[in-house]
C-alpha cells in the first residue's frame, strides 16, 4: 500500500517536471528557429549539408549544457531537502529524548515522595500502635482479676487489631520496597528456591500432608531477591489455600503464555471466582474473608510489581474449590 505523498517528494517531482518542459520546449524552438534561418541564408545545396550538421553539433552542446545546468539544480534541491529533512528529523528525536528524560525524571520523583511517604506513615503509625498494645497488655496482665470476660475479649480484640496493622504496616513497606533499587540480573534456579521454600513450611507445620511436584533445573533470567519473594509470597498462598485437604498438592514447572516459557506454580486448593479476577492484584483487596484464610492481601500486588519490575506479566486462573494457577515470566515478549 503507497503511503501519502510527503511535501518534499512533491516538489522534486514538480522540479523533474519543470526539467522536462524547459528541455521540450527549447528544442522545439530550437528546431523551428535554426530550420527557418537556414533556409533564408543558405541556398547553396552544398553549403545546406555542413551547415545542417553544424546546427546538429550545435544543438547537442546546448541541450547538453542545459541539461547539465539543470540536473545540477534538481540534485542540489535533492540534497537541500534531504538535509532539511535530517535536521528536522534529528530536532524531533532531540525534543522526544528531552520529554522522555522529564516524564521519567518526574516519575523518579513521584517514586521517590511515594516511598518517602510510605515510610513515613509506616513509622509514624508504629508508635501509636505499640502504645496500644502495651498498654492492652498491661491492663489484662495487672488487672486480669478485675476485668469481666467482656472486658478482657474487648482488650483481645484491640490487640488483634493493633497486630493486623501491624501486618498492613509491614505490608505497605514490602511493596513499597518492591519498586525500588536497581535489578541485578543473573540467572535464579526458581526450582531450588520453591524446593526450600515448601521444605521450610513443612517444617512449620509437620502434621500437615502435602505433595510437592516440582520442575527441576527451571532457571530464568532475573534479580534473585525479588524471584525469592515472588516464588515466597506464590508458595505461600499456595500452602495456605490447600490447607484442610487430606491431600494437598502443589505443583511447580514451566508453561507458555503468549508463546513465551513461562513460570507456574499451582494448588487445588480453595481456588476464587473468576468473576473478582480483576481485584487479584490489587493492594489489601482479598477474594477470601478473613475467617477463612488470614492475610493482608499483599502478596499478589507485591508479585504482580516485582514482575512488571522484569517487564514480565503474571497473569492468575481458578475454579472454586478446585485450586488455582499463577503463571509469570520474567522477561519482556518479544515483538514479532
Request: net charge negative.
Amino acid at each position: 500500500m503507497t503511503g501519502p505523498t510527503r511535501p518534499g517528494q512533491l516538489r522534486t517531482s514538480t522540479a523533474a517536471l519543470r526539467i522536462v518542459l524547459v528541455y521540450t520546449i527549447v528544442a522545439i524552438a530550437w528546431i523551428a528557429l535554426s530550420d527557418l534561418a537556414v533556409d533564408a541564408l543558405f541556398n547553396n545545396p552544398a553549403h545546406l549539408v555542413w551547415v545542417n550538421m553544424l546546427k546538429g553539433w550545435l544543438f547537442v552542446l546546448v541541450t547538453a549544457g542545459l541539461l547539465y545546468g539543470l540536473i545540477t539544480r534538481l540534485v542540489s534541491r535533492i540534497k537541500q531537502l534531504a538535509a532539511e529533512r535530517e535536521a528536522l528529523e534529528i530536532e524531533q528525536q532531540a525534543r522526544l529524548e528531552r520529554r522522555v528524560a522529564q516524564r521519567t525524571a518526574e516519575l523518579q520523583a513521584a517514586n521517590e515522595e511515594l516511598n518517602s511517604f510510605a515510610y513515613a506513615v509506616s513509622h509514624d503509625l508504629r508508635a501509636p500502635l505499640r502504645a496500644m498494645n502495651g498498654f492492652s497488655e498491661a491492663l489484662i496482665e495487672d488487672h486480669h482479676a478485675e476485668l469481666d470476660p467482656a472486658a478482657r475479649g474487648h482488650l483481645d480484640q484491640i490487640r488483634a487489631a493493633s497486630a493486623r496493622m501491624h501486618a498492613l504496616i509491614d505490608g505497605l513497606l514490602a511493596l513499597s520496597r518492591a519498586t525500588r533499587g536497581d535489578l541485578d540480573r543473573s540467572r535464579v534456579n526458581l526450582s531450588e528456591i520453591v524446593s526450600r521454600q515448601l521444605e521450610d513450611l513443612q517444617i512449620q507445620e509437620p502434621e500437615r500432608t502435602v505433595e510437592a511436584i516440582i520442575e527441576p533445573n527451571v532457571v530464568v533470567e532475573g534479580d534473585q531477591r525479588m524471584l525469592e519473594a515472588v516464588t515466597a509470597n506464590l508458595v505461600h498462598n499456595a500452602w495456605k489455600y490447600s490447607a484442610g485437604l487430606e491431600r494437598a498438592v502443589i505443583r511447580f514447572g514451566t508453561t507458555q503464555l503468549d508463546g513465551q516459557t513461562a513460570v507456574y506454580i499451582e494448588d487445588n486448593g480453595a481456588g476464587f471466582d473468576m468473576r473478582h479476577a480483576a481485584a487479584l492484584f490489587k493492594p489489601f483487596q482479598r477474594l477470601h474473608r478473613q475467617d477463612e484464610f488470614p492475610g493482608i492481601g499483599i502478596g499478589l500486588a507485591t508479585v504482580q510489581r516485582i514482575i512488571h519490575r522484569h517487564g514480565g506479566d503474571v497473569i492468575g486462573e481458578a475454579r472454586r474449590n478446585e485450586g488455582a494457577r499463577f503463571v509469570f515470566t520474567t522477561c519482556p515478549r518479544e515483538s514479532g
